[in-house]
């Protein structure tokens, strides 16, 4: 049950909720530092960040311990989306575990109206509340002042300005949490001018503890909002008096609404001076100008990510030259220095050859991770969305969709979850089927192995490097592909309603390095992580499917290798590469390869690919580590990086190099249309809720990548 006053207790919630790009997330790690959890909210896919710190209220000698809920980013208390409806059910409902004491609203200083709305909410539900202006400094940039005290009186909250970034007005912000906080006084609204009030005193005996507004909230959402759903008494009720009542929500709601804005721009009336000459010089709305031209602005944003790539083929060898000659001088003393037998066989051709063929690849996820927060940090990815919404929505998607397809770069996984603040259930589906055609993290050692042995590493037009131009249009290939998917989509999945697109344009502001630095440290580790667990375990298997075989298949190998012809006729270190891979094409990983040979064969791949192709399915990037362990079990001399071994492999019969520049392009083609994530297909699934679409996603997906596979083989071979 919330509570009018939280002083009483040495321990209280708070929930910090604001417009999307208010800063939000900013101030709450300005609050919290390191101390912050992240989980899910229980039965729903959205992401739930919570963190505490401690306070000194003055009044008591115990200190208060404050616990925070970071709620997702939303626009009003008329929830379109999941996120939205969270935040509802933590705010709104008081049997929730997450329903606050009291609550933090952030604004936005620089767009104070659109802002107030919610606030306005929160307000009249009756929680106590502080009114932050966040981004004070670009407000005051724009032209813009604010009296705080007048709009404090006005709404009958504190009011405190801040910015998050620099933490500046952060201890003012903890001295009024640290006092006695209470509901505030005034109604912004009363909404018995709008609705019966013989309906809101009847469903203000359900729920005796709720203000008029947040009477009329339970009213206005009762349909569709997972807490009145639960069968129980009091939702019996409240759909009865909703349905004796004759209630309009449509009509009630568009009433309010407009009101509200009314009361909202009397407000900023008072409170908000606007020096126009300031504005017009402000450095948001000039670059804007260019970065967001109907023509310009493609052009400059497809120059903004061939920099990133060239820069990552610039910058990222010199550290991966270092990664990989420490594990090559790693396998030298273990060769040396472990006796010889199958236990220093798993690690140094199972664990340790998986190991490296992803912690090569590190500087180059951690360089385009890091060009990604850059490019969030400034304000630019949300120009991208609405640059972009001019050109999905004629094949069914909107702006809306370029935050999932662009984190979908990274990975597709948290990409997907992500489509959930896409309110149109259509676009949001096909959002969903078309994110994996986008070339994700685990994608980009697949693609910088394979450029390296079959791209050559030299200047086109004398200034740009050919690896990187090939990496930059993998990664184009990608974003048209799920373009022209979800163009197809649009004409197969009927569904009747209407979209809206609405995204907050921040102000541009410098990239703060901490912020970059701590979302590069956590990408990465994520990234280590969870693909090192998968490909150790993966590495294990192979190596032991690798390094065994039938019963007597290799003793028959040693014996046919072992007659004086034989011996005479090759060195010991050629002898012992011949046995190595006739033992390996014996083994149970060599078996496995053969049996998917024919399929893959016209695509120029061999058995050894076709091992990779399977263990691909656990995560793609597990394709290098899959390399390195087969390479490693075919050639005992692991001086050479896996880069180098896989150069020097030719075809035992005809002597000719197996990766050729068709067979290498081949593969990236396949790598790029493939659906080789288990993961991605079950978050599908959890998504939709049905099974024909991640089974329809991985036939499709298959297909196209055989196709075009195949294509780019014969025609340049």
Request: proline content about 4%; some cysteine.
């Amino acid at each position: 049950m919330r509570k009018n006053s939280i002083i009483s207790s040495r321990t209280f919630k708070v929930a910090l909720l604001g417009n999307p790009n208010s800063g939000k997330s900013t101030l709450f790690n300005a609050l919290t530092g390191m101390n912050q959890h992240t989980g899910n909210y229980p039965g729903v896919t959205v992401e739930k960040i919570s963190g505490g710190f401690v306070l000194q209220d003055g009044l008591n000698e115990a200190p208060l311990l404050v616990n925070l809920l970071d709620l997702p980013g939303t626009y009003s208390l008329y929830p379109k989306t999941l996120d939205e409806e969270v935040c509802y059910n933590v705010l709104c409902d008081d049997d929730n575990p997450d329903c606050p004491d009291a609550a933090i609203i952030v604004a936005d200083a620089t767009n104070l109206r659109r802002n107030l709305f919610l606030a306005s909410q929160i307000i009249d539900i009756g929680i106590p509340s502080i009114f932050v202006l966040n981004m004070i400094d670009f407000a005051s940039a724009k032209g813009l002042s604010i009296d705080e005290d007048k709009l404090s009186h006005l709404l009958g909250v504190p009011v405190v300005s801040t910015n998050a970034r620099r933490k500046t007005g952060i201890d003012a912000l903890k001295k009024i949490l640290a006092t006695e906080l209470k509901r505030s006084e005034k109604t912004l609204l009363n909404v018995k001018e709008f609705i019966n009030p013989y309906l809101i005193d009847e469903v203000k005996k359900i729920y005796p503890k709720k203000t008029d507004y947040g009477v009329y909230q339970a009213i206005n959402n009762q349909a569709g909002i997972s807490h009145f759903e639960a069968p129980s008494e009091k939702a019996a009720e409240l759909k009865r008096l909703i349905k004796e009542y004759g209630y309009d929500k449509h009509k009630a709601q568009t009433s309010m609404t407009i009101e509200r804005y009314k009361i909202i721009t009397e407000i900023v009336k008072e409170c908000v001076s606007v020096n126009e000459e300031q504005k017009r010089k402000s450095f948001s709305a000039r670059i804007d100008k260019a970065l967001t031209h109907r023509v310009w602005g493609y052009f400059i944003f497809l120059l903004i990510l061939f920099l990133i790539f060239q820069s990552i083929f610039f910058i990222a060898p010199y550290p991966m030259k270092a990664i990989e000659f420490l594990f090559v001088k790693i396998s030298e003393l273990g060769r040396i220095y472990l006796p010889s037998g199958e236990l220093s066989s798993l690690l140094i051709n199972g664990i340790l050859a998986g190991l490296s063929g992803v912690v090569v690849f590190v500087p180059q996820i951690a360089l385009l991770f890091a060009f990604i927060a850059i490019l969030e940090d400034t304000g630019y990815m949300a120009r991208v969305s609405f640059l972009m919404d001019r050109l999905m929505r004629p094949v069914g998607l909107n702006g809306r969709s370029v935050i999932p397809l662009m984190s979908g770069v990274a990975c597709a996984v948290p990409a997907i979850l992500g489509t959930r603040v896409i309110p149109g259930r259509k676009e949001r589906l096909i959002t969903i089927l078309v994110t994996p055609f986008m070339s994700c993290s685990a994608r980009l050692p697949v693609y910088t192995l394979l450029i390296s042995l079959v791209i050559p590493a030299k200047l086109a037009l004398g200034y740009f490097n050919m690896q990187g131009l090939v990496l930059m249009g993998l990664y184009l290939l990608g974003f048209i592909a799920a373009i022209s998917v979800a163009a197809l989509l649009k004409f197969l999945i009927r569904v009747k309603e209407k979209s809206y697109f609405v995204m907050e344009m921040p102000l541009y502001h410098l990239p703060k390095l901490s912020v970059v630095g701590l979302s590069v440290y956590q990408k990465v580790k994520v990234f280590l992580l969870e693909a090192g667990k998968i490909i150790v375990i993966i590495s294990i298997i192979l190596w032991f499917m690798a390094s065994h075989g039938m019963p007597g298949a290799f003793s028959r190998i040693d014996k046919n290798f072992a007659n004086g012809d034989t011996v005479k006729k090759y060195t010991p270190a050629q002898l012992n590469n011949l046995i190595s891979g006739e033992k390996l094409k014996a083994s149970f990983a060599g078996d496995a390869g053969r049996l998917l040979e024919p399929v893959i064969k016209p695509l120029g791949f061999n058995w050894k690919i076709g091992i990779a192709l399977i263990t691909s399915f656990a995560a793609r990037e597990v394709f290098v580590g899959t390399m390195a362990t087969l390479y490693s079990a075919d050639n005992e001399d692991n001086t050479m990086s896996i880069r180098q071994k896989m150069a020097a492999a030719a075809d035992p019969l005809t002597g000719k190099k197996i990766y050729t520049a068709a067979a290498g392009i081949s593969l990236m083609l396949f790598y790029a249309f493939a659906m080789q994530c288990m993961s991605t297909l079950a978050v599908v699934y959890h998504e939709t809720k049905k099974l024909k679409y991640p089974v329809l996603q991985f036939v499709f997906m298959g297909a196209l990548a055989w196709l075009a596979s195949f294509a780019a083989y014969q025609l340049l071979k």
